[in-house]
Structure formats: C-alpha cells, structure tokens
C-alpha cells in the first residue's frame, strides 16, 4: 500500500487519522506541523501528503507549495475546518488533488485518501 505522512497539529485527530488510514493497509508517518512535515519529506520518500491548512510554525498552504516544488511526483491532499482557508487554498488546486473538509467521518477520509492515490499529481 501506500506511505502516507499526515501532517496535523491536533494530536487525537492526527491520531485518529493515522489508525484510520493503517486499516487500509497504509504505512502512516505523522508530523505535528508544517516545519516538522517538511523536515520527513526531506529524510524519507512519501506516497502522499495528507496535511491540515491551519497550523502553527509552518502552515499547510506553505508546507504544500515547497513539498510541491521540491517533490513533483508527490501526491498531496490537504484537510480544513475553516472557509477561508479552503479560499487561500485555490491558488494551490493546481499542486494539490483536493480539499477535505472538517470534521469528516472515518469512511471519508479513507475514501479521500483512497481517490488521491489513484489520481496522477498535478503538473505545475
């Protein structure tokens, strides 16, 4: 299956995420913001990026444009509870296969996920 990282600074949904997506079969990674995401992309090779928009140190729209321009063929699927950050996201539809939106079930982010690894990335 596929090695995911999951990029989130609430550490039950990170969590939750990660138990969810592993019952899939997939190899989870986790990270607590975006600094520290960037940092395991760097030091291992990752299927895809699974990240909140909102978080501290380096958000997710930052996180996704330099995961984006450093690893191309990297598949990055992003996650928000707010409106607006969905909004500062459009300049990355391009970059990124899709938005989830919070709260979502178990069956949703696994279904999210599942379409992400079956879609190509993006061309710049």
């Known amino acids: 299956m596929a090695k995911i990282l999951i990029t989130e600074d609430e550490d039950a949904l990170r969590s939750f995420v990660a138990r969810a997506l592993r019952l899939d079969g997939h190899e989870t990674y986790e990270a607590a913001d975006g600094a520290e995401g960037l940092q395991r992309l760097e030091d291992d090779c990752f299927d895809l990026l699974l990240s909140d928009i909102r978080m501290p140190v380096m958000d997710g729209i930052e996180l996704a444009h330099r995961a984006s321009a450093q690893f191309p ?14 909004e500062r996201a459009d300049d990355l539809m391009t970059k990124v296969i899709d938005v989830v939106d919070k709260p979502f079930a178990l069956p949703d982010i696994r279904r999210a996920v599942a379409q992400a690894l079956t879609q190509r990335p993006k061309a710049a």
């Open 73 to 86: 063929e990297l598949k990055i699927l992003l996650m928000t509870g707010y409106a607006e950050q969905r």
